[in-house]
């Protein structure tokens, strides 16, 4: 069976590299600049907005509030990441910078607000352009692709959190491994064991794995509208058993289901 990874490559990059310490050492790696992981905090909008899909994968911003850094995961070429990107941007200093230090949007002083570093890493088939821009008139948007593909990589370091996390991803992707036994080979080869050698990271990315799994075989057996929404409702429950946040929750319904955004509410709010 063709096993479905993307949603798997997307949790491993999010919650992994959320941590800050983490978030630091996959920076370093594109831009070669060290930052202090006690000088940012982590910022993300999965509990701050209504609508999930309006969602960044990792972000921080120092703490002089002077720079915001964004870096969103890819596994399939995508020519609108800066869009969605500069979406993300506007959502994150509103909630954590103009509403926290009580700015006035509609007010004739000038907000403070932080520049922008907008980073695209690519984990998939296919190429995305390296230094992608956004034209907007007189303002062009900059961002950068890293390409992350564990044979791309120029870091060797087993107990790098983005050496760990590529291989990951190929042991899955390109050798076949079930989860289970993609954990056990990366800690054998000694792959960041302090965060895949932790019970409760196995569990929930093996569940995960598991799960799609699962959903591919629901889905060629669907007929009935009944059977159908049985099936949806149970796997809104598992993902909520396994915490997973309403924006992840969101994106396997629709892309499982096929669900409209009228549906995807009315599930949701159950």
Known sequence: MTLNTRNVRDTAFTFMF??????????????GIRVNPTQIRSVSLKDKIAKPRVYNDVAYITDDNHLLVMIDHQSTPNSNMLFRMMEYYAALVSEFIIDEENQNKFGSKELQIP????????????????NP???LGDIQVKGSVANVHFKSLTCYDRNHSLVAYAKLVELITEQGFAM???I???LKEGYLPEFFGRKEIRDMFVEIHS??????AQGRSEGRVEERSDNIEKTLEIMQE???????????LQEKYQLSEEELDKYLSK
Do not use: P, R
Request: charged share 20%; glycine share 6%.
């Open 184 to 186: 056990d080979q990366l």
């Open 211 to 216: 799960y799609d799994q699962e959903l591919i």
């Open 133 to 135: 821009t956004l034209d």
């Open 18 to 31: 959320s941590n800050e310490a983490y978030m630091v050492q996959l920076y370093h790696y594109i831009t």
């Open 242 to 252: 396994l915490g997973a946040d309403e924006y992840v929750i969101s994106q396997k």
């Open 180 to 182: 289970n036994d993609a």
């Open 115 to 130: 520049k922008a570093e907008l980073h695209v890493v690519f984990n998939g088939k296919g190429q995305m352009a390296q």
